[in-house]
């Protein structure tokens, strides 16, 4: 997370950045939508790419009658969104700035490098990042451990892991009057895995038609596998990937990977009515990371509420996976073909500091 603070006429303004993430242990479901307590707990890698990361710039608006919001370029209803409502007014209560400055309207330019809404947590480094510099803007204190994360959590559940570089944890906490529990915290640093790499296939750039915080919704009221998952299969799953990752062990933690997508989507099939998110060249990336691990594991896949992919592989089997994709989805292949995100993700930088 960046965050700067510039002179602008005797006014302070910050611009911050974040990073998307992306879970491995799929987050699908909240026990409280107002506090946004999820069913189970959950856990990603954040990833740090140039053209995938927000931005935001908070400065004073003494002139303004309330407070703007412009999210790449177009304005945006700042007062009736109850998500950016609920971190902004946490901010207000933590700031140790004057109360005069503290209750000015303030102008807020917001800016994603990619596309928003297709999947590719453009909501988690975006209330990420609002957070971040508002808590900056406001020089914020937290009242105890986390709370900046829980804050985040409220604008949107995925944002609280986009607040820490590395593999990071989402914790479900017991604390549901406060959901003071309910925190993110980084399992291991980005220099844990220095041989870990990622590449995104960008199957669509298209909004999705059910958005996840409806889709949970559902699956919340309607699936029992989602039930199932909730109490029987994360807790040993989570421990499971956390011995995995501590060993840097590849091949168990690239079939936690795809089991864990998989049954993400199974519980999305098992909704009432269905959600669907992958589409047919989600189902060939699919079929072709199994063929090229026809003899041992070298990659895994992920994919999130949307139809583009996610592969984890180690720095030695890049090469090989990335030929094997481009040959799998070659251009004369009459069929759909995903566009590759050209430079390998680089992990993360520490983004807790
Ligand atoms: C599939 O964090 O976007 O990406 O809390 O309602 O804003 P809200 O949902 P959001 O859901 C993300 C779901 C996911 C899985 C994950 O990131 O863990």
Known sequence: MSAAMGDDDGAVVVSCRAPINMAVLKYWGK????LVLPLHASLSLTLHVDCMASSITVAPGPDLAGDEMLLNGTPCDLDGN???QAVLQACRRLSTKSESFTRQPIRLECRNDFPTAAGL???ASGLACL???LMTFYSCRESFPGEATTIARQGSGSACRSMFGGFVTWEKGSDDATGHDSV????VDESHWSDLRVVILVVSSGEKEVGSTMGMRRSVETSELL???AGHVVEPRMQAFKSAIKQKDFGEFAELVMRD???FHAVCADTYPPVFYLNDVSHAIIDAVHAFNHDRIRAAYTFDAG???CLFTREQDLPDLLSSMVEAFAPDDAGDRPTFVRDPLRLCPDLSS
């Open 31 to 34: 026990r409280d939508e107002r």
């Open 184 to 187: 993110a915290r980084q399992f």
């Open 261 to 263: 997508s998989n049954q």
């Open 227 to 229: 039930a199932y998952r």
């Open 121 to 123: 947590a453009s909501s």
């Open 307 to 309: 139809p583009n992919a």
């Open 131 to 133: 957070t971040s510099a």
């Open 82 to 84: 109850a998500r950016l």
